[in-house]
């Protein structure tokens, strides 16, 4: 074989394997980083954005290959001084360029479709570095737990016990944050056998991280704002402009914003796990993204709902949006009548047709289950099912974090038990 032939034929055989896999990516954190390494991380990100700002700027882009980028100009005040890349690999260099090619191509295509683009722009800050190739720019040391990235060094890792023994490792991003520098691998492990509760799952977003099942569960996940966070607010305040202190203070408020960030993340990636067990997801669309040009668009980017719905809408579960415009809180589950007296207070809502008293919220979801009903056979669905299958789940999947509390509605779906 030749050598052309037999890099066909890996990429091949790659393809194959893949499809019996899943990627899946791990974060690492690096740790004990000595003060020299600290400071060609530094100067790795520094240069990742002379090499980012000087590549958007070159005409012939496509002409050139990043691995053989040594020295760029960088522009100083109102003229061009040369830099050499002394600390980016060959291999993450070339992918930065790369990187860039693909960018400016999207671009093309979306003005072919006759949408506004504008042009690539500069960056004031890096904050991540790709190593594309597992093996060449970067490669694990499992049994003295570090990384090795080229030409920066090998660093002592924390988490690398995530990562199972059937993983096939490969690209990876390093990132910094203001807690400090981290490693995203992308690992490729085999797919299993997804555990599913066979039937599908109706969902109702209420306002502030609320969420009404059509199996009659509530789960409620709100991170709230810690009391270390108000006080680093109030020592920032205190700190004079422009002082040392001040820099701190804000550091110390950077990684704490963070650290509720990711309590919020993982509540919420287990909701998701979650809701995964089901065949399907039903929810109703919502105008949350008109919501976030008003006023309020804090408040909205604060609970975690749009995060979720946007996660869901993304997600590869099977999912299925009605129509924003559906009046689904308006109709009674049971016989379909129209509820003409609905005011948005009523938390419950009252059939006179027959006789259906229900959670407001509950009785949206049932709507929406009805819907997908003759497709998916839902049938006799006068009320709430909930199995001890999906108590067992969520007991165990929801209930080991603090954040996320979950209630039950009774049969009637009318109290709480
Ligand atoms: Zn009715």
Same mark, same amino acid.
């Given at each position: 074989?030749?050598?052309? %032939?037999?890099?066909?034929?890996?990429?091949?055989?790659?393809?194959?394997?893949?499809?019996?896999?899943?990627?899946?990516?791990?974060?690492?954190?690096?740790?004990?980083?000595?003060?020299?390494?600290?400071?060609?991380?530094?100067?790795?990100?520094?240069? #990742?954005?002379?090499?980012?700002?000087? #590549?958007?700027?070159?005409?012939?882009?496509?002409?050139?290959?990043?691995?053989?980028?040594?020295? &760029?100009?960088?522009?100083?005040?109102?003229?061009?001084?040369?830099?050499?890349?002394?600390?980016?690999?060959?291999?993450?260099?070339?992918?930065?360029?790369?990187?860039?090619?693909?960018?400016?191509?999207?671009? #093309?295509?979306?003005?072919?479709?006759?949408?506004?683009?504008?042009?690539?722009?500069?960056?004031?800050?890096?904050?991540?570095?790709?190593?594309?190739?597992?093996? &060449?720019?970067?490669? @694990?040391?499992?049994?003295?737990?570090? !990384?090795?990235?080229?030409?920066?060094?090998?660093?002592?890792?924390?988490?690398?016990?995530?990562?199972?023994?059937?993983?096939?490792?490969?690209?990876?991003?390093?990132?910094?944050?203001?807690?400090?520098?981290?490693?995203?691998?992308?690992?490729?492990?085999?797919?299993?056998?997804?555990?599913?509760?066979?039937?599908?799952?109706?969902?109702?977003?209420?306002?502030?991280?609320?969420?009404?099942?059509?199996?009659?569960?509530?789960?409620?996940?709100?991170?709230? %704002?810690?009391?270390?966070?108000?006080?680093?607010?109030?020592?920032?305040?205190?700190?004079?402009?422009?002082?040392?202190?001040? %820099?701190?203070?804000?550091?110390?408020?950077?990684?704490?914003?963070?650290? !509720?960030?990711?309590?919020?993340?993982?509540?919420?990636?287990? @909701? @998701?796990?979650?809701?995964?067990?089901?065949?399907?997801? &039903?929810?109703?669309?919502?105008? @949350?993204? /008109?919501?976030?040009?008003?006023?309020?668009?804090?408040?909205?980017?604060?609970?975690?709902?749009?995060?979720?719905?946007?996660?869901?809408?993304?997600?590869?579960?099977?999912?299925?949006?009605?129509?924003?415009?559906?009046?689904?809180?308006?109709?009674?589950?049971?016989?379909?009548?129209?509820?003409?007296?609905?005011?948005?207070?009523?938390?419950?809502?009252?059939?006179?047709?027959?006789?259906?008293?229900?959670?407001?919220?509950?009785?949206?979801?049932?709507?929406?289950?009805?819907?997908?009903?003759?497709?998916?056979?839902?049938?006799?669905?006068?009320?709430?099912?909930?199995?001890?299958?999906?108590?067992?789940?969520?007991?165990?999947?929801?209930?080991?974090?603090?954040?996320?509390?979950?209630?039950?509605?009774?049969? #009637?779906?009318? /109290?709480?038990?």
């Amino acid at each position: 074989m030749t050598r052309a %032939e037999k890099i066909k034929e890996t990429f091949r055989e790659t393809k194959e394997r893949r499809k019996t896999q899943i990627a899946k990516t791990y974060c690492l954190k690096l740790q004990n980083i000595s003060k020299a390494k600290e400071e060609k991380l530094l100067r790795a990100f520094l240069e #990742a954005k002379w090499l980012y700002n000087w #590549a958007i700027k070159q005409e012939n882009i496509f002409e050139i290959d990043g691995s053989k980028v040594r020295k &760029v100009q960088v522009k100083v005040g109102e003229s061009f001084e040369e830099r050499e890349l002394a600390v980016l690999g060959s291999q993450v260099r070339q992918e930065i360029v790369d990187r860039i090619k693909d960018n400016i191509k999207a671009l #093309a295509r979306l003005k072919e479709k006759g949408k506004k683009v504008g042009r690539l722009k500069p960056k004031k800050r890096v904050s991540s570095i790709p190593f594309k190739q597992y093996g &060449v720019s970067h490669r @694990i040391d499992f049994e003295r737990n570090r !990384i090795h990235l080229q030409k920066l060094g090998s660093f002592r890792v924390l988490g690398l016990h995530q990562i199972p023994e059937n993983a096939e490792l490969s690209k990876a991003v390093l990132i910094r944050k203001p807690s400090g520098y981290y490693i995203h691998i992308t690992c490729f492990v085999p797919k299993e056998e997804r555990p599913t509760l066979e039937k599908p799952v109706a969902i109702d977003f209420g306002i502030k991280d609320k969420l009404t099942l059509s199996n009659g569960m509530k789960i409620d996940f709100e991170v709230p %704002e810690s009391k270390r966070l108000k006080r680093l607010q109030r020592e920032l305040a205190r700190k004079r402009k422009g002082s040392r202190n001040r %820099e701190k203070a804000k550091q110390k408020l950077a990684r704490e914003y963070e650290r !509720i960030e990711n309590r919020r993340k993982d509540a919420i990636n287990k @909701i @998701i796990a979650f809701l995964k067990l089901y065949s399907m997801v &039903v929810f109703q669309q919502d105008n @949350i993204s /008109s919501w976030h040009k008003g006023w309020f668009s804090r408040a909205v980017q604060y609970s975690g709902i749009g995060k979720l719905r946007e996660r869901l809408s993304s997600s590869p579960l099977p999912v299925l949006e009605i129509d924003r415009f559906e009046p689904t809180s308006r109709i009674c589950s049971k016989c379909g009548a129209y509820f003409e007296e609905l005011k948005l207070s009523d938390r419950t809502v009252f059939c006179p047709e027959c006789g259906n008293k229900m959670d407001r919220d509950l009785n949206a979801c049932l709507v929406m289950l009805r819907k997908v009903s003759p497709a998916l056979r839902v049938v006799g669905l006068d009320r709430p099912e909930l199995t001890p299958a999906e108590r067992e789940a969520s007991a165990r999947m929801l209930g080991s974090n603090p954040y996320i509390r979950v209630s039950y509605l009774c049969e #009637a779906g009318s /109290s709480y038990f």
